[in-house]
């Protein structure tokens, strides 16, 4: 749970992206008024994002009927009802956003969405991406095998 949580924050170089967890549809949501403040230069994030939830819905978007409100902890200390998204959500937004600071994100999406589609014309590719990622976290080849077997059964 949490290394989702540290890989999407990961990308955001150091700025606060509030998020938060809903145990009951195992899912993050993550405020869209902080992604929009760390992606672009825009003295009022808030503003921005009601400009940019315009555009998208006349451009015929539905990312704005997938935003939700939820009380997030501001720096005040109190919790005020704010605009959220889901990962894909997130990840949709950043797609949305016009700022050279959003580039970084589009390519690494790219990358993403081109290595997963390879995956699927070769599931090789996907197992080897376990093994490897299995490896990086300490995990010896007797166990990964036993893993990678426990999943086909």
Known sequence: MNNKLETI????DGKEIRSIWDDEKEEYY???VDVIN???DSSDARKYWSVLKLRLKKEG???TTKCSQLKLKAKDGKFYNTDVLDT???LRLIESVPSNKAEPFKLWL???GSERIDE???PEIAVNRAVEYYRKK???DEWIKSRLNGIVD
Do not use: P, Q, R
């Open 30 to 32: 993550f405020s869209v």
């Open 110 to 112: 790219a990358n993403l």
């Open 38 to 40: 760390a992606l672009t």
């Open 120 to 122: 699927v014309f070769d």
């Open 88 to 90: 894909k959500g997130i």
């Open 61 to 63: 978007s539905e990312l």
């Open 9 to 12: 924050s990961n990308l955001f």
């Open 138 to 140: 300490g995990y010896n």
